[in-house]
């Protein structure tokens, strides 16, 4: 029997009573979805998956797809390594941002598994961007009704936090380039929201950057006020399971000098409408 532990008030939910090593039964998977789709973000403890079950459960949730720009694993081409070494001192992603929002079709979801995490700091925000856009005036909201945004990977923040990662692995970066609403509407729950993000998003379709900048900035600003957000610390073995399509988040860059090991897994989307 699994429980959902409301972790905040504007998302997420940690549920526990569940082993993830084991295909799970249909009635199961139906369930945690409800919680996934009330909660934005669910999280999980003390599963430690090998690379195999790990690709089993994310299955049961939607078709994993491969990261564009970061090979994936051996034998298991979905799941890349998401890490930042003592060394380091940028971690890969390290902007407020919805995953690959510079895709045609960006991925429905996104998942994160603990490897190995700092002995403290290392924690992920996640912004819930139903609230966002439900927070906005009802001329703004007019306004950005009819508007798409153009989001691409050359982004100048967010392409610096892929360059360890992409070295790495030996890849090239390549430049992608997506028109998608200001607004969208959630396929599965017939919610509105925001959907820019400081990470992707460089202008308004039909608009110049710098005549898109001040609105931008504005919307940035307010889809990260902390109301709208949660925070999670991980341990080894903790999962994270997040909506791109109404949720943002920012790995907190605050453990230089130790090493954090994740293991994501992207599960494909559709054209945003």
């Known amino acids: 029997m699994i429980r959902a532990r409301r972790i905040a008030g504007a998302l997420g939910a940690e549920i526990t009573g569940v082993d993830l090593s084991v295909p799970l039964p249909g ?108 927070g906005l005036s009802g001329g703004l909201k007019n306004l950005l009704s009819g508007l798409k945004a153009v989001n691409s990977s050359a982004k100048a923040d967010v392409s610096k936090t892929r360059e360890d990662a992409l070295k790495a692995s030996g890849a090239k970066a390549k430049d992608f380039l997506a028109e998608h609403p200001v607004v969208r509407t959630h396929p599965e729950t017939g919610r509105k929201a925001l959907y820019v993000n400081s990470g992707h998003t460089v202008r308004f379709a039909g608009w110049t950057e ?30 994270a399971l997040w909506d ?16 954090r090991v994740m293991h994501r897994i992207t599960l494909a989307g559709d054209v945003p409408e």
């Open 27 to 134: 009635n199961l998977v139906k369930e945690i979805r409800k919680i996934f789709l009330d909660n934005l973000v669910i999280f999980f403890r003390d599963q430690a998956l090998t690379e195999k079950q790990y690709m089993s459960f994310a299955g049961q949730f939607g078709e994993p797809v491969e990261y564009p720009m970061v090979k994936g694993l051996p034998g298991f081409p979905k799941i890349i390594e998401v890490k930042k070494l003592e060394h380091e001192r940028i971690p890969f992603g390290g902007i407020w941002h919805t995953d690959t929002a510079y895709l045609e079709r960006p991925p429905m979801a996104s998942m994160l598994l603990a490897r190995e995490v700092p002995p403290f700091g290392g924690d992920t925000l996640f912004a819930n961007m139903y609230l966002a856009y439900e």
């Open 210 to 239: 710098e005549e898109s900048a001040p609105l931008l900035q504005f919307l940035f600003n307010h889809q990260t006020r902390p109301e709208f957000t949660c925070r999670f610390s991980w341990l080894p073995g903790s999962i």
């Open 244 to 259: 791109n399509r109404c949720a943002q988040h920012n790995p907190v860059n605050d453990y230089h000098g130790y090493r």
